[in-house]
């Protein structure tokens, strides 16, 4: 059972850059594309982003100048850099697999709440 | 951007009654829309892909049908545990898009 569980710091300075880590378990991350999504109460359930195991990745273009998403050092890990944070980016943020064949999440990670506070 | 829009945005209903929700996407997306059920707390839960292939694990209850730009989801007798938030997901282009949910509470 492939399990996804996202790292990092919950809060985060306005300004300053967001970086979350997405450990995937019990399954390999090659083959398969992995994407970011968050969750605010403004704004529901916004896309990211992907990568893919090769890593090309695919960005949000209403984020696409602040969002790098990268492979981890540890092979089965990837990761969330959000730059210039601001109040709107508090959400809670998942880290999925993205089938691309149907286009839809199957495996989803708990979300960590990130708040964007000074 | 497709914009994805449901119908209704909260339905009242009581365990056994069937539950029907509408998502409607901007312009044309084939069969290309997932449903995802969200428990308070909780990560969204894929149901259906495809507009209507049932994801495994997934009970027969639910099920997804596709007219034109218009999807449904039918839940056919609703069960305690289907007390959730329901989203549609277009899959036909980048970037990805969510409809805003549609919450089933307790008549």
């Not at chain 2, 995802?36 to 209850?61: D, E, N």
Request: glycine share 10%; aromatic share 12%; charged share 15%.
């Amino acid at each position: 059972q492939v399990q996804l569980q996202e790292s990092g710091p919950g809060l985060v300075k306005p300004s300053e850059t967001l970086s979350l880590t997405c450990t995937v378990s019990g399954g390999s991350i090659s083959s398969y594309y992995w994407s970011w999504i968050r969750q605010s109460p403004g704004k529901g359930l916004e896309w990211i982003g992907y990568i893919y195991y090769s890593g090309s990745t695919n960005y949000s273009p209403s984020l696409k100048t602040r969002v790098t998403i990268s492979l981890g050092t540890s092979k089965n890990q990837f990761s969330l850099s959000l730059s210039s944070v601001t109040a709107a980016d508090t959400a809670v943020y998942y880290c999925a697999r993205h089938s691309q064949r149907t286009g839809d999440f199957d495996y989803w990670g708990q979300g960590t709440l990130v708040t964007v506070s000074s | 951007d497709i914009q994805m829009t449901q119908s209704p945005s909260s339905v009242s209903a009581s365990v056994g009654d069937r539950v029907t929700i509408t998502c409607r996407a901007s312009q044309g997306i084939r069969g290309w829309l997932a449903w995802y059920q969200q428990k308070p707390g909780k990560a969204p839960k894929l149901l259906i892909y495809s507009a209507s292939s049932l994801q495994s694990g997934v009970p027969s209850r639910f099920s997804g049908s596709a007219s034109g730009t218009d999807f449904t989801l039918t839940i056919s007798s609703l069960q305690p545990e289907d007390f959730a938030t329901y989203y549609c997901q277009q899959a036909h282009s980048f970037p990805l898009t969510f409809g805003p949910g549609t919450k089933v509470d307790v008549k």
